[in-house]
């Protein structure tokens, strides 16, 4: 898994373009790249592999955008270190990132509820991950065994808790078996992770809060409003044509 994260980050560039507008279109076809990343990412685990081709469907469809949220943060505090905490800067794409205070987002084609409602209703939560993600992230300074470890945990929780079955089962023995795996990395390095059960625990506190509000806003007007805006998306065969 750390080597699939690590073939989808080769991509990534050290040295960003910094954009203020945006339009919708734009930021859909940065989630369509990173759904495939997803995909890729998640045939690297042999227990999801194994599922039935519904089953992989049915997680991917539940996971890739909790997957993209925490990855793209983690990313963000990767590359800019503390002034992504201090200037609140999230990383796009590839190439493009913003700050958060600054970006307008055009949603007019998807939406007639204007730019400042939208963020009203998705901006406060987006904020939250600087503190629930950046923050911890550049305290601990995460390494990329680390990262895929709590990517895995986000993945494997929020797809067992509702999608249940044997999809849950399958989370959790491959939970057990990463869970074993990170135990050794630690053990390899023991003069550098002396005390490794802290760090372990506030890794997992990272995985809870992403949780919970992930499982709290399931129902949410925020996630309303955007189903809104993804029937308009996938029912409209012109859409794409506008640009």
Request: charged share 25%; with cysteine; glycine share 4%.
């Amino acid at each position: 898994m750390v080597y699939g994260l690590r073939k989808i980050r080769a991509h990534q560039s050290w040295d960003p373009k910094f954009f203020k507008n945006i339009n919708f279109l734009d930021i859909f076809s940065y989630w369509k790249i990173h759904m495939e990343y997803v995909a890729t990412w998640l045939m690297h685990s042999n227990e999801f592999r194994s599922l039935p081709n519904h089953e992989k469907l049915a997680i991917f469809k539940t996971v890739w955008a909790i997957w993209r949220r925490f990855e793209r943060y983690a990313m963000s505090a990767e590359i800019f270190g503390k002034r992504c905490y201090e200037e609140k800067i999230i990383v796009h794409s590839d190439d493009s990132a913003s700050k958060f205070g600054e970006l307008y987002v055009d949603y007019s084609l998807v939406s007639d509820k204007g730019f400042e409602k939208i963020r009203s209703v998705l901006g406060g939560r987006l904020i939250k991950y600087f503190d629930i993600i950046v923050k911890p992230y550049l305290e601990l300074n995460l390494t990329e065994t680390e990262v895929t470890y709590i990517l895995c945990q986000i993945v494997c929780n929020y797809a067992g808790r509702r999608l249940q079955g044997q999809i849950q089962a399958a989370g959790e023995r491959f939970l057990e078996e990463i869970s074993d795996n990170l135990h050794s990395y630690y053990k390899n390095l023991r003069e550098k992770f002396e005390n490794y059960a802290l760090r372990l625990a506030k890794m997992m506190q990272i995985v809870n809060q992403m949780l919970n509000i992930q499982l709290k806003s399931k129902n949410n007007m925020d996630v309303a409003m955007l189903f809104d805006m993804f029937n308009i998306i996938f029912t409209d065969p012109d859409f794409f044509r506008v640009q």
